[in-house]
């Protein structure tokens, strides 16, 4: 059963807000990401970390920032908030290959669909 | 880098009938992973059917299976028997074994139609 939450589901919030994005996982898994993505459009990789204290940038350059403080948890933020940040995110997590087998896959979190007035 | 194209935009299939999504991809590894992904209507993406490119066999999934063709770098997945609740957008997607990311397709819309 692959357990990765994200909160909160849905946010409004005005211009110039300082926002967090939480995603959490429960599956232990070193290897965890951040998409960007407009209803019913492609994803798009804003943050990747490949274990606690790691962060990378994605393919599409975004104004947010990430931490990986421990293994679970991954939050982004938003230092102030734009219409232009209006958009769905999710968060996956995946294991490193080679191990348990099979599941090499990503898991996704149900998303938070942010709107910025 | 690993590409993927999916050049199927939209797509819509009567109920009962069987679809196949296409799915093309381009790397430089020699062994990989392939995924197909769904992501329903203002739902969760859930994993669809998964696989590795040193099995030449191809993957099923009770009424999904995969068409894959690695000469060709094609990677198709037929729906058999396409259920309302198949409607979705769906994802291909590739990881290298030597890279930690996730390249994804632009997605297909496909809707099942009563």
């Known amino acids: 059963e692959a357990d990765i939450y994200q909160t909160p589901r849905y946010l409004v919030i005005g211009t110039g807000k300082k926002i967090t994005l939480e995603c959490s996982q429960t599956?232990?898994?070193?290897?965890m990401y951040w998409y960007q993505q407009d209803p019913g459009m492609e994803l798009h990789l804003i943050h990747y970390?490949?274990?606690?204290?790691?962060?990378e940038k994605g393919d599409l350059s975004s104004e947010s920032t990430v931490s990986r403080i421990r293994t679970e948890h991954f939050p982004l933020t938003l230092e102030s908030a734009r219409p232009s940040h209006t958009s769905q995110y999710l968060c996956?997590?995946?294991?490193?290959?080679?191990?348990?087998?099979?599941?090499?896959?990503?898991?996704f979190g149900p998303g938070t669909r942010l709107t910025v007035l | 880098a690993q590409t993927v194209t999916q050049s199927q935009p939209e797509m819509s299939v009567q109920e009962a009938e069987t679809v196949t999504l296409s799915c093309t991809y381009d790397?430089?590894?020699?062994?990989?992973?392939l995924f197909w992904y769904k992501q329903p209507p203002s739902r969760q993406m859930i994993l669809v059917i998964r696989?590795?490119?040193?099995?030449?066999q191809n993957a099923t999934e009770n009424r999904f299976s995969v068409n894959f063709q690695k000469a060709a770098k094609s990677f198709s997945l037929k729906i058999s028997d396409s259920q309302l609740g198949d409607t979705a957008m769906y994802f291909c997607?590739?990881?290298?074994?030597?890279?930690?990311?996730?390249?994804f397709g632009p997605g297909t819309r496909l809707s099942v139609l009563p």
């Open positions: 997607a590739a990881r290298n074994s030597y890279g930690q990311n996730f390249v």
């Open positions: 790397t430089s590894e020699s062994n990989y992973y």
């Open positions: 696989q590795e490119a040193y099995k030449q």
């Open positions: 599956m232990g898994h070193d290897k």
């Open positions: 996956a997590s995946s294991e490193s290959l080679g191990l348990a087998g099979d599941r090499n896959e990503q898991f």
């Open positions: 970390s490949y274990g606690v204290n790691s962060t």
